[in-house]
């Protein structure tokens, strides 16, 4: 029990703390763990010593799923964050919900901290802003898919590991190779519906779906079940089959393979870099994705995955005011060099771009900077905008399941790809009924 | 005789089973309630609209054959885990009831396995199929066996099937063993000395006698098996590969919490509420006939 005069003094110390305060705090959840959580609370602490009237408080609210869900169930009992991290599947959700959020360009108007929208990269920023140009959250931690080789392994199979694997022709032959030598998982691979699905339609520059892949309306309707698509996944299933291409599940499982040294090429977000480079006891590579050579317009651009900063409605002016600081802070140049090299995250902006070039981190480090020639080499088209569709993360589950039945051979390509795109329709429009 | 304990007035046993009728107010008929409430509508998961649909969620269900396929997963499963943790739990029950010395070592040790929360069972079991480092998948490959649950849909329900019922076999065994304890030693002593042998013994006279308890474990497991299982199969399979392991529950939970689509996981609450009530009723009226008390 607590003796009164302990509680009142506990009272009364309480009182003072938060009187002698006159900072403004402003509340911002997270999903990262571990070398990510740490890197982010370095920025917050940065941030919180350079600017004495802020105290931004940084809390780890689980995964992406489960951050997502505690920003909404805290915004349904009044007590939202200020900041929300969001991850770039829930963007279409966070668009609808017009009375929930604060779009961020209002925020940095606001607040009056200096704001360019033009100096953000075209391809990340896209994803996050409307088709009028209004930048609705701030991309955060943006990576792409790339192609990560093992080269012993391709040298152990007697194959140069200098050898050109920009086209899936030219992997083929790899894969080939690598089987005729025994080897036993030649090619892996994480996030399936994110790298051959939706980043291979913007490589591709063909649709995912229709007006243009959600950006233009919510009428939107999937068409991921085209010839190119149908192509590659029928290719992909049929290396399955042979024991070509490996499946280990529908996250990033495979990079448990991949960094063992059991695997010899893989296909991940470029922000494997972190656990790769500190894993791996092999020489490792970091090429551009492959693609189709005479499929669509390839190689047009890829799109990002990640996730974003949202400011949630309902705070203060002076709460405002400090997320436009913070967020200020997050794009400046050094920041987010930092942020970048430590990570392997692509720069959002072009001048943290630059840095990290004339720094020399590019050409100390190699394949460091191939995400970011492979996002911003062309200027984006409608299809290789991003995807802006309603309850995304089911319909990533249905694709999921759907390849899953390619793989294991019970389900052609096309069959699989139809019935998807027929299944996540149904959900599209329901998405579109709810937010009418 | 039955006794029977009259009340003068209406006060006094009202105020003595009020505090049930309001746990079951408070936790069961509200939020049922509410599932039934939100059924009806398509709400955008900030809660800041909603539009009203009918019966709209249940015909969207039902026109779903992936949601109809769940239904005969959902009866697989449930119907797997219940003989797979009352069967070991009932011949475990005899073995330690058999012990003279030491049955409370193996009591205590049997039941352990209890004390495990369903997603770190889950997280257990997966790492020992896990199809790189697990221990069992890699003595499976010794033996020439290819264990691939992450591609093989019945390896899959195989795998969630054992660490589901894995825990309760514990709590089974429990009771199991409570059960065999009250078994009369005069009438097996009895059947004994009349020539019966061990099996005949136990199919003829202790099977019949422990009918109470397993009846009440049977309708507990398959609540158990319908409900609470959603943490083992999210944490192993997440209902795939395809739609192998997707049961009911773990479908209301993935449609609601996950993806937000509160109208669609409402009405499912509803239907699954439905089938279990049905269920209940159904063993109550058919298989309790052949209980003996």
């Not at chain 2, 009340?7 to 039934?36: D, E, H, M, T």
């Not at chain 2, 049997?110 to 069972?121: D, G, H």
């Not at chain 2, 079991?125 to 591609?151: A, E, I």
Request: hydrophobic residues 45%.
């Amino acid at each position: 029990m607590i003796k009164p005069t302990a509680l009142a003094l506990a009272v009364a110390t309480a009182g003072v703390s938060l009187t002698a305060s006159a900072q403004t705090e402003i509340e911002f959840w997270h999903a990262f763990t571990g070398r990510l959580g740490e890197l982010v609370a370095a920025q917050v602490e940065d941030f919180n010593t350079k600017n004495p009237d802020y105290k931004v408080v940084a809390t780890h609210k689980g995964n992406y799923s489960e951050t997502l869900n505690a920003g909404i169930a805290a915004f349904r009992a009044g007590e939202q964050p200020d900041i929300l991290m969001v991850f770039e599947v829930g963007t279409a959700t966070m668009m609808a919900a017009k009375g929930a959020i604060k779009p961020v360009y209002e925020v940095m108007e606001e607040s009056g901290v200096a704001f360019d929208p033009d100096s953000y990269i075209g391809s990340v920023k896209g994803y996050y802003t409307t088709t009028d140009g209004k930048m609705l959250s701030l991309p955060f931690n943006a990576s792409t898919p790339v192609l990560w080789v093992n080269r012993d392994a391709l040298s152990g199979a007697g194959i140069d590991p200098d050898t050109d694997l920009s086209t899936w022709q030219n992997v083929e032959v790899v894969l080939n190779q690598l089987k005729a030598a025994g080897h036993e998982c030649p090619l892996v691979t994480a996030w399936q519906s994110w790298i051959h699905l939706e980043n291979y339609s913007a490589y591709h520059d063909v649709p995912f779906a229709t007006k243009d892949n959600g950006f233009a309306g919510v009428d939107t309707e999937l068409a991921f079940n085209s010839e190119a698509q149908v192509a590659h996944i029928a290719k992909m299933g049929e290396w399955a089959q042979d024991g070509k291409f490996i499946y280990t599940g529908r996250r990033n499982e495979g990079g448990a393979n991949f960094r063992a040294g059991s695997c010899a090429l893989f296909t991940e977000s470029s922000a494997g870099y972190a656990g790769i480079s500190s894993e791996a006891k092999f020489d490792f590579d970091v090429r551009p994705l492959p693609y189709w050579d005479g499929v669509g317009n390839a190689p047009q651009n890829t799109i990002i995955g990640g996730a974003s900063l949202w400011a949630l409605a309902g705070q203060t002016d002076e709460e405002y005011k400090g997320v436009g600081e913070f967020l200020a802070y997050l794009s400046s140049t050094d920041v987010q060099a930092k942020w970048h090299q430590d990570t392997g995250y692509l720069p959002i902006t072009a001048a943290a771009g630059d840095a990290t070039r004339e720094s020399g981190f590019y050409t100390e480090k190699p394949g460091t900077d191939v995400a970011v020639i492979q996002m911003t080499a062309k200027a984006p088209t409608a299809n290789s905008k991003g995807l802006r569709l309603g309850s995304f993360d089911q319909i990533r589950g249905i694709i999921d399941e759907e390849l899953e039945g390619v793989w294991a051979g019970d389900k052609s390509a096309q069959e699989a790809l139809d019935s998807a795109v027929e299944r996540g329709n149904q959900l599209l429009r329901r998405f579109e009924q709810a937010n009418r | 005789m039955e006794k029977r304990v009259t009340f003068k007035g209406w006060l006094l046993p009202l105020l003595l089973i009020a505090p049930q009728l309001i746990i079951s107010g408070i936790f069961f008929f509200y939020p049922a309630g509410q599932a039934v409430f939100q059924s009806l509508y398509i709400p955008d998961p900030f809660g800041l609209s909603k539009q009203f649909v009918g019966l709209g969620n249940f015909e969207y269900l039902f026109s779903d054959k992936y949601y109809r396929a769940s239904f005969v997963t959902t009866a697989l499963f449930s119907l797997l885990v219940t003989l797979a943790s009352m069967v070991p739990a009932l011949f475990l029950a005899v073995l330690a009831d058999r012990l003279i010395k030491g049955s409370g070592t193996y009591r205590t040790l049997l039941i352990w396995p209890y004390a495990v929360a369903p997603a770190v069972a889950g997280v257990l079991w997966l790492f020992m199929f896990n199809t790189r480092v697990g221990v069992v998948s890699w003595y499976l490959g010794q033996l020439g066996y290819d264990w691939n649950h992450v591609l093989n849909g019945d390896e899959a329900m195989g795998l969630v099937v054992i660490a589901s019922a894995w825990g309760r076999i514990s709590y089974n065994f429990l009771f199991f063993f409570a059960a065999l304890q009250a078994v009369p030693r005069s009438i097996i002593e009895a059947a004994a000395i009349d020539g019966a042998r061990f099996w005949r013994r136990f199919f003829t006279i202790v099977l019949p006698l422990l009918s109470p308890t397993t009846f009440f474990l049977l309708v507990v497991n398959v609540v158990y098996a319908f409900f609470e299982t959603f943490g083992v199969i999210h944490t192993i399979t997440s209902g795939g590969p395809q739609q192998s392991t997707t049961i009911l529950v773990y479908k209301v939970f993935t449609d609601g919490f996950v993806a937000q689509d509160l109208g669609s996981s409402s009405a499912q609450s509803v239907i699954l509420l439905i089938v279990v009530g049905l269920l209940t009723v159904l063993q109550f009226k058919y298989v309790e006939k052949r209980v003996h008390y």
